[in-house]
């Protein structure tokens, strides 16, 4: 089955205790992106992966890191997390017919 | 610069009614256009696009979407809804070919269906 695959589902952490988020995607697809969802505020891109190896800043990377070091795979890394990056963040790949797949979502809490 | 605009918060519509959920956009060439359904303690689904062709697409689940290029507008249409089509709905569209080429979305409707 296509799928996107996010882990974990939750997490509770602490301030300035570095965290990382997988994300997994079975499609071969190159683009893949993060974003995270805030009420009355929709998805925001955080960053976004052409290609292995190419990574660029969305609207809101402050705060955050990404690698691309394979194809299927684009974890996000919050070096320090802090309480205003409390929030539901998705993952996502893009096929060539621009349609996206989305990860179930992973809910951050930070205390 | 690119965006859309979902101007509702919320919809609220009976069982067995029509729904319409609105979607107006501003983008420089040919627009590409997305809903998207996001059900609890679920990602986004793709829904339906339009990049070219018929100004009706039809889309998953009985869901349409009407193009309408002097009004830049993309709404969301079902002919008779379900309480199982309340969810949180998302339209998108995607900005220009390029290096930073990405889908923008809205900040959602939330359609909740009334038994």
New interface residues.
Partial sequence: EAQ?TQNPRYLITVTGKKLTVTCSQNMNHE?M?W?RQDP??????IY?S?NVEVT?K?DVPEGYKVSRKEKRNFPLILESPSPNQTSLY?C?SRGPD????????TRLTVV | AQSVAQPEDQVNVAEGNPLTVKCTYSVSGNPYLFWYVQYPNRGLQFLLKYITGDNLVKGSYGFEAEFNKSQTSFHLKKPSALVSDSALYFCAVRTPPGRDDKIIFGKGTRLHILP
Avoid: E, P
């Fill in positions: 996107v683009y992106s974003y009355g505020l929709g998805l925001r891109q976004y052409m660029d969305g998705f996502a621009y349609g996206y797949t989305f990860g179930s979502g």
